[in-house]
């Protein structure tokens, strides 16, 4: 069936430092692809996305190729900073329906 | 980006009371959502709608009802609230056609 996995957190890091949350995914036809992140006390964000093979989407700072070969979705960023500290969840849509199915979330971990 | 709003933020509440999760939104979206967060931060869909009179069970078995009587409404009620009903409850909306899912802040519950 339809799964997302990704790496177990927490990461931590120093600011300026090279971030990169790997995801993976199972489906069945062609789904889109998010990250969404989580800071303290909040729902859930939108990242970015993207909606096919070698799409890359963008934010913030923040990247992620959509590789169709490899069905991964990893999620980069060049330089963190103390304000990145969150948890990031990867998510795929699920099958030909509207739902999203997440993976169990990584905590990023920032220091100055 | 949605509006979407959830009311409480936090509740403490005593077991075998009855709450109501309130959750609206003010873009118009047609399709909502309710997740449950547990501490190991996983999210669970626990129901969904695709329109008024529209309720469907999520992934998750719950215990809660919901009911779509309005497009901007989709509250959230425990009959008889127990300790492991204890969780973050999340609520997100989406608009036809599309796959983005936008999150409201959440309602933390505590059932003693």
Known sequence: GNSVTQMEGPVTLSEEAFLTINCTYTATGYPSLFWYVQYPGEGLQLLLKATKADDKGSNKGFEATYRKETTSFHLEKGSVQVSDSAVYFCASTLGYTDKLIFGTGTRLQVFP | ?112
């Open chain 2, 1 to 112: 980006e949605a509006d979407i709003y959830q009311t409480p933020r936090y509740l403490v509440i005593g077991t075998g009371k009855k709450i109501t999760l309130e959750c609206s939104q003010t873009m118009g979206h047609d399709k909502m959502y309710w997740y449950q967060q547990d501490p190991g931060m996983e999210l669970h869909l626990i129901h969904y709608s695709y329109g008024v009179n529209s309720t469907e069970k999520g992934d998750l078995s719950s215990e809660s009802t919901v009911s779509r009587i309005r497009t901007e409404h989709f509250p959230l009620t425990l009959e008889s609230a127990r300790p492991s009903h204890t969780s973050q409850y999340l609520c997100a909306s989406s608009p036809s056609g599309q796959e983005t899912q936008y999150f409201g802040p959440g309602t933390r519950l505590l059932v003693l």
